[in-house]
Each structure stands twice: as structure tokens, then as C-alpha cells.
């Protein structure tokens, strides 16, 4: 049908000569039987020239105007577009219909349906070609490659058995057998090729490589750990090697010799470094294989930190690594190192600089830090909001902080996280005894963000300090509990409503609840529990929970008042 189409622009009487893009340049057209074959040579031209597809397509195509059986042209507009098998099989088969016996078309036409995904198809080329040119190993490996993506590794391996008569030992065939006999667990006969790989060519390592992986499956390690170690003898750098070995190590579960054989594939130039990241993702993910060999996780990826001193995504898991061990100060410098990046700001390690700062508890170094970071980010609400926490929770300086929040309000863009500012704005007013200021906070604060289960908490613990607007209170308590349930702060809040609203018996259910969801270690929790167990008149136990809150670093004097209410020492 495609040559018909191209044909059919030829008339009765003298043809038309279609205009060649090369008439100026090239030698003169001439009309005659020999048409066919100049558009043609001139294509081929036009290819080694470096021309575009484009100009080779139409001069072949040129070509078939001329003589539709010029079998060559097809062929070579097949290899045009050899990346578009839809597209290049039609040609090639056209070729292949006008010389059957050429072995070049049908190779090529082998391959297209192979990228075409036509396996069926392609089985019944490679057979034919087989009849053709039975001397040739590439057609009995593509082919036995065929019967397996087929299911028939039995087909393969009998025909990779009758090339083995033919041809002898081959590297490239034998190597497949042995994998099919592999795949179908017949370990006795892919042992037998093996060994007869390593008799023809005893010095290349994947022969061994193999031999180790065959009697891996056949359950016999030592065996195989000699077969690796012949492999690495006769070439320490293999890659293909350190990979198998690493894989054997790690699916018989000698640990430390999988971490040994990883630690020379992360130093290996030939690994890719994503890959190398990928890799220590995966075996830090599990929490008890990290703790268990922290040690030798630690020098791997210490090695790759040496190896790789700029590339800040390795910092970052070195840097991870050190501080799971408890050395922060070192993560800290790694940070440090990173904070301008190829002369460019880098906003990661500000973030983890200033975390560990904030950490350590050191405000100058966090005010430092914050202050530069502003230099290189001027319009960044967190580090503003960072600012301000410096200055409200290590400095007391309230004032100073709001300015900082406002800032941060400034710039802020999102709904929620202006939430999140106005109830800083909100929590910090109440830190300078403002409390009509913080509520008008918090009020904007829900405006912005319904959802906002920190500032429901607030303002209801605020509310309740206060005695004031108890039922509002209560209210903003059970929405934050709603929102977030199961918080032990939150149901804490709300016992405490409850507790100014003289509702005890809840009270004490909700604390209860607080109590055992935190573990029993927040001291205010405590002291808030003792506080309702005496209004109900259970000195003892209030008396016990208040010893336990000063126990945790309570406020002392707060403690004495309250055991001298009940007379207590």
C-alpha cells in the first residue's frame, strides 16, 4: 500500500523529475533507467554528509518514484528511522518482501519488531534468518533472548545448546545459557558451563562471579565466598563483582561484610552518585539495623563526606549520621562549611545551623546566624519568626520579638502561617501581661486559619487562667480536641476549664486521660492534677502529684504553697 502511495504521483507519458535539493551542488540529473539509483547514491550521500533526516527521506523517497522495487531505498529509509519502529517497520518489510535473502534486512527488521515489542513476530524473523545464516552466533543469541522473554527458556536453552555444537565454547552464548539454566534452577548443568567458561578463559572474573552466584543457590557458601575471592583476585576494582558480593552478603545476613563490600562501591568513581545516596537511604531507613552497626554505617558514609566534601546532600546525611551519635557540635561545623555554597547562599544549612543553635541553647549564636541569614533572605517570614522566638524565649525581650513577628506577618503569604504569626503575636502579649492585646491576636489569628488547634488552646488556657468568658473557654478547649485528639496538653486545657467552672469529676476524666497519654512526665500536668483532686477533697493523692511536680523541676515556692494549704511541711 505504501509503495502504491508513493507511486501513484507518476503519470502516463513522459514523468515529471521531482526538484532535488541538491541539483545546484550535485552533479547533473539526468532521466533514464539509472534514476532510481542516483536519488538513491544521492541519499546516501546526503547521510554521510550529515544532513538531516529529513533531506536523506525525501531523496530516497525520490528514489522509489522512479522503481518502487529499489529494495535498498526502502531499507535505508527503515534505518532513518530505526527510533520509530512503528514508523520504520512498514519500510523494512517492504524490503524484506523485495529480497528475501538479504540478511541485513531482516536483521534490521528483527530488531524494529523487538522495539516494536512484536515478539511473536520477531521469533518468526529470527527463525528465518537462522535458515539464512546459521553461522552467525548474534542470530542464535537473539533469538534464545527471544524464546525466553517468550517463556520458553527450555527453547532457548536448546538452541543455545545446537549454536554450542556449531560454534564451540562461546563466551557470549554460554554466558546465557548459564543464566537460563540458572533461571530454571537446573544448578548441576549451569555449574558444568561454568566451569567450562572458566577452562576457555580462565582469567575473566565473571565466570567466577557467576560459579559463586550458582553455588550461592545451591546453598554452598564457602564455596562460593572462594569463588568471589578468585574473582576479586584477578580484578580488585570489578564493580560487577563488589555488586554480586554485596547482594550474596546481604541476602545471607553477614552484615558486616555487606557494609565491608558497600563501602567500596560508595568510593567507586564508576557508581553514580545518586545511586550512592539512594543506597544509604535504604539501609538507614530501619531504625534497628542503623543503631545495630552504627559504627560501620558511620565510616561509610564518613569515607563519602571525604570523597565528596561539596556536594552539601552528602553533608547533610554525614552531618545526620553525627548528630544520631550524639556530636553535634561537628554537625554544626559541617553546616557551617555549607552556608555559602559556590559563593551562593545556602538556605538548608541556615535552617540546620540555626536548629542546633536553638538546640544548644545559645541566643547570641542564634541572633548571629538569624541576622545573617536575613542578609542573603530579607523577605523570608520564618527566619523573622525565628528572630523573634530568639528574642522572646532566651531573651525576654517581648517587645524586640513582636517587631520581629510583625515582620514575619510582612512577608507572610499563605493564610495558615499568618495564623500561626498572629498567635505568636497573641502568646507573646501574654508574655508583657496584655492579655486584651492577645485575645484580639488570637482573634485574627482564627480568621485567617479555622483549623488552628494551637491558638483554640491558647485562648482557652489564657481564658481560664483569667476566669473569664469560661463558657468561650470551654468552647475553644473542645475544638482544639476535636482538631487534634489524643493531645495531652490540649485535653490538659480543657480539664482545666472544667476545674474554673467547678465541674471536677470531669475535670479529673479529662486529666486522667492527659496524664496517661503523656507518660506521666510533664510537671505542670501533675501540679494541675493534685489541684483537682484536692477540690475534691483527696489530699493525699493531691498531695502525692504535687511532690511529684516539684520532683520534675516545678517552681518550688508554688509547690510549698500548696502543701501548706493542706498542712503539709
Not at 183 to 197: G, I, R
Not at 371 to 382: F, K, T
Not at 554 to 566: F, G, M, N, T
Request: charged residues 20%; proline residues 4%.
Amino acid at each position: 500500500m505504501i509503495a502504491g502511495l508513493l507511486v501513484s504521483c507518476s503519470f502516463s507519458g513522459r514523468k515529471s523529475v521531482p526538484q532535488s535539493p541538491l541539483k545546484s551542488a550535485g552533479p547533473r540529473f539526468q532521466e533514464g533507467p539509472n534514476a532510481s539509483l542516483f536519488f538513491y547514491t544521492e541519499g546516501i550521500k546526503s547521510g554521510l554528509m550529515g544532513a538531516d533526516t529529513a533531506l536523506s527521506a525525501s531523496l530516497f523517497r525520490q528514489a522509489l518514484t522512479f522503481d518502487s522495487t529499489h529494495a535498498p531505498s526502502w531499507y535505508e529509509l527503515a534505518l532513518l528511522y530505526r527510533n520509530q519502529p512503528d514508523k520504520a517497520i512498514p519500510y523494512c518489510r517492504k524490503a524484506c518482501q523485495l529480497d528475501s535473502t538479504n540478511v541485513w534486512y531482516g536483521s534490521l527488521l528483527g530488531q524494529l519488531m523487538i522495539g516494536a515489542k512484536e515478539y511473536d513476530a520477531a521469533l518468526k524473523v529470527y527463525n528465518a534468518l537462522l535458515k539464512l545464516s546459521s553461522d552467525n552466533p548474534e542470530v542464535y543469541f537473539r533469538l534464545a533472548a527471544l524464546y525466553e522473554m517468550q517463556g520458553q527458556p527450555f527453547q532457548a536453552i536448546a538452541l543455545l545448546d545446537s549454536a554450542e555444537t556449531r560454534f564451540g565454547i562461546q563466551e557470549q552464548l554460554s554466558g546465557m545459557k548459564r543464566q537460563l539454566l540458572m533461571n530454571v534452577k537446573l544448578y548441576d548443568k549451569a555449574l558444568k558451563e561454568t566451569n567450562s567458561l572458566i577452562a576457555n578463559f580462565p582469567y575473566d572474573e565473571t565466570n567466577y562471579v557467576a560459579l559463586a552466584e550458582i553455588y550461592a543457590n545451591m546453598g554452598k557458601d564457602s564455596l562460593a565466598r572462594d569463588a568471589y575471592r578468585t574473582a576479586l583476585e584477578l580484578n580488585p576494582n570489578s564493580i560487577p563483582t563488589l555488586i554480586s558480593m554485596n547482594e550474596y552478603y546481604k541476602h545471607t545476613g553477614d552484615n558486616l561484610a555487606f557494609l565491608s563490600s558497600a563501602k567500596k562501591l560508595m568510593l567507586s568513581d564508576e557508581i553514580p552518585l545518586e545511586t550512592k545516596i539512594r543506597f544509604y537511604k535504604e539501609i538507614t531507613q530501619s531504625r534497628d539495623f542503623y543503631r545495630d552497626f552504627f559504627f560501620p554505617i558511620s565510616d561509610l558514609i564518613g569515607s563519602l563526606a571525604i570523597k565528596y566534601p561539596d556536594e552539601y546532600r552528602i553533608t547533610e546525611l554525614y552531618a545526620s549520621n553525627l548528630i544520631a551519635g550524639g556530636n553535634l557540635e561537628e554537625a554544626l561545623k559541617l553546616y557551617k562549611n555549607h552556608l555559602l555554597s559556590k559563593g551562593e547562599p545556602n538556605r538548608d544549612a541556615f535552617n540546620e545551623v540555626l536548629n542546633i543553635e536553638a538546640y544548644l541553647q545559645r541566643p547570641d549564636s542564634l541572633a548571629k546566624y538569624s541576622a545573617l541569614a536575613l542578609n542573603y533572605y530579607p523577605s523570608d517570614p520564618q527566619l523573622y519568626i525565628r528572630k523573634g522566638s530568639v528574642l522572646a524565649f532566651f531573651m525576654k525581650d517581648y517587645p524586640a520579638a513582636e517587631t520581629e513577628y510583625l515582620h514575619a506577618l510582612k512577608y507572610a503569604q499563605e493564610d495558615t502561617l499568618r495564623s500561626s504569626i498572629y498567635g505568636m503575636l497573641g502568646d507573646n502579649r501574654q508574655n508583657m501581661g496584655d492579655s486584651r492585646s492577645s485575645f484580639k491576636y488570637y482573634q485574627k489569628a482564627l480568621r485567617c486559619d479555622t483549623t488552628n488547634a494551637v491558638v483554640y488552646n491558647n485562648y482557652a488556657y489564657y481564658l481560664s487562667v483569667l476566669g473569664q468568658q469560661l463558657d468561650l473557654a470551654e468552647e475553644m478547649a473542645a475544638k482544639a480536641n476535636r482538631l487534634e485528639p489524643g493531645n495531652a496538653t490540649y485535653l490538659d486545657t480543657q480539664a482545666w476549664v472544667y476545674f474554673k467552672q467547678g465541674r471536677y469529676i470531669e475535670a479529673k476524666n479529662l486529666m486522667q486521660q492527659a496524664m496517661g497519654l503523656d507518660g506521666n512526665s510533664s510537671a505542670e500536668l501533675m501540679v494541675h492534677y493534685g489541684d483537682i483532686l484536692h477540690a475534691l477533697d483527696d489530699q493525699f493523692m493531691a498531695t502525692f502529684y504535687w511532690k511529684k511536680a516539684l520532683d520534675k523541676g516545678y517552681d518550688a515556692k508554688e509547690i510549698e504553697k500548696r502543701l501548706k494549704s493542706v498542712g503539709q511541711p
